[in-house]
């Protein structure tokens, strides 16, 4: 079992920055695989990004490809999320998300076992 707890969102004017954090608990963090989603009111919830297991390989969507970056400190147990230049569409709960190694990396929400509550993300135009 593996517990997530995200923090950092907020409301934050376009083109500015925020940085999202995930504390990790229980098993042993370095051996999963961490994602970022968002889900906006109304929609589905979409993949953001993911690390592997050392932080040597990452996977982003397209429509923050070169905005956001993510990043982990395994001895810490926490995976983070900088995103720059945020946009009014930006706007979503975020949720910080783990995958057995099993499983791999991937994009699709069924990949992930364990999921944190979320944090709000709010960009103002």
């Known amino acids: 079992q593996v517990q997530l707890v995200e923090s950092g969102g907020g409301l934050v004017q376009a083109g500015g920055s925020l940085r999202l954090s995930c504390a990790a608990s229980g098993r042993t963090f370095s051996n999963y695989v961490m994602g970022w989603f968002r889900q906006a009111p109304g929609k589905e919830r979409e993949f953001v990004t993911a690390?592997?297991?050392?932080?040597?390989?990452?996977l982003y969507a397209d429509s923050v490809k070169g905005r956001f970056t993510i990043s982990r400190d395994n001895a810490k147990n926490t995976v983070y999320l900088q995103m720059n230049s945020l946009k009014p569409e930006d706007t979503a709960t975020y949720y910080c998300?783990?995958?057995?190694?099993?499983?791999?990396?991937?994009?699709?929400?069924?990949?992930?076992?364990?999921w944190g509550q979320g944090t709000q993300v709010t960009v103002s135009s």
């Open positions: 690390i592997n297991w050392n932080g040597g390989r990452t």
């Open positions: 998300a783990a995958a057995a190694p099993t499983y791999g990396m991937g994009r699709s929400v069924s990949n992930y076992a364990y």
